[in-house]
């Protein structure tokens, strides 16, 4: 899901006919045009991240990154780097604590929201991999730069599970088909410090082929200034992926657990949610047409994730036009529906999280053109 072929038409194979090719520089441009049937007077498509803009054109998003993959058989460095810049980039560290004191000009998320990955490490030729620093999270299908997702828009459980966690990866690859993994982060896309205590996750994923792919995540960690073990959260991620030039499908399953010691009774706040991801070429080879359909439901028992208690059902079907090899037209209509009897989505002055005449549904119609760039050098050595 990760690959920018999916939308961009490049394969990126790194083992292509000039041998392998370690080293990797891309980006891309993502500006769009979005209407939303509620018209919201603040222009802000409530819960998301990825496209937080609605009504207005947006240079959404900007990306630039150079990364260094590791050579097959062989003891190899790693490393990443990625700048981002744009509205997207904004809402992504919406979140992130803001420090206080006479030094808190110098950190927090006016600082940080222009680095978007920042890893370094390696890898053995035993396939052993240690990686530190700001990572791109495994965790869901997709990722928070649209151009390289089937869909344009992203899942309810895109928004609700990290972007990024900032920590240190450590990873085994077994006969080639199996991976487990071990994340010690910060916390749950955190760049700061919400308490004195990691976070862990443990990952398995099978890769069969190059078509199919399986990962289960489990998260366990405080992720409150409680930091005893019966106030940690504890979270699972399952996800399949199967991908062929013509058709692909995706699923995935999420449920999640908080036990809230500061709140009275100590309730435990659950969520749960699911998404079924389907795209299929109509036309072309090199200049092509594919088309993506997205169902998905997110059951917000008690309101941890998006505020208020509610299930989210949730609808998008994606017309991608590659134009060029370098030029990605969209056109997307997203269904939202919030079943929580006092709305959720923003709807004209109704602009507060807990004001009056918030919207229950929402259709929205999205208008997209992305310039994308990859380029892999570095051949190998004789």
């Keep these: 899901m990760n690959n920018p072929a999916i939308s961009a038409g490049d394969k990126m194979d790194p083992n292509g006919v000039a041998g392998f090719k370690a080293w990797e520089v891309g980006g891309f441009i993502d500006v769009n045009y979005s209407y939303n049937s509620n018209n919201p007077d603040n222009h802000v498509y409530r819960g998301t991240s990825v496209q937080p803009r609605t009504g207005e054109f947006s240079l959404n998003h900007a990306v630039a990154y150079i990364r260094r993959d590791a050579i097959p058989g062989r003891f190899s460095p790693l490393f990443e780097f990625a700048a981002q810049g744009g509205p997207a980039?904004?809402?992504?560290?919406?979140?992130?604590?803001?420090?206080?004191?006479?030094?808190?000009?110098?950190?927090?998320?006016?600082?940080?929201k222009h680095i978007s990955r920042a890893t370094i490490g390696f890898r053995t030729r035993h396939g052993t991999e240690l990686v530190a620093g700001l990572h791109l999270s495994p965790v869901g299908i997709g990722i928070h730069w649209s151009p390289y997702n089937w869909n344009y828009t992203v899942t309810w459980q895109l928004n609700s599970v990290p972007y990024y966690l900032s920590g240190i990866k450590f990873a085994q690859t077994i006969r080639d088909k199996h991976q487990v993994q071990l994340w010690v982060t910060n916390g749950w896309q955190i760049l700061a410090d919400n308490n004195k205590a990691p976070s862990v996750m443990l990952g398995y994923t099978f890769t069969p082929s190059e078509r199919f792919n399986f990962g289960e995540y489990v998260w366990i960690g405080p992720e409150q200034a409680d930091m005893r073990p019966n106030a940690w959260r504890l979270f699972s991620d399952s996800q399949f992926t199967y991908n062929t030039e013509r058709f692909g499908i995706g699923g995935l399953f999420d449920v999640g657990a908080d036990p809230r010691t500061d709140l009275p009774l100590t309730p435990w706040q659950m969520w749960m949610n699911g998404a079924i991801f389907t795209r299929w070429r109509v036309l072309g080879k090199e200049r092509t047409w594919d088309m993506a359909l997205r169902p998905e439901f997110f059951w917000d028992r008690d309101g941890r994730m998006f505020g208020v208690p509610q299930t989210l059902i949730s609808g998008a079907f994606t017309n991608n036009f590659r134009i060029f090899n370098n030029l990605l037209l969209r056109v997307e209509y997203r269904y939202d529906h919030s079943t929580n009897p006092n709305g959720f989505f923003y709807r004209g002055a109704a602009i507060a999280d807990d004001a009056m005449g918030l919207g229950r549904d929402q259709h929205t119609v999205f208008f997209s053109a992305a310039g994308v760039f990859a380029h892999r050098f570095g051949g190998k050595r004789p």
Excluded: C, M, R
């Excluded at 560290?93 to 940080?112: I, L, M, R, T």
């Design 89 to 112: 980039a904004d809402a992504l560290v919406a979140y992130e604590p803001n420090p206080g004191g006479a030094n808190g000009k110098f950190a927090g998320p006016e600082v940080w």
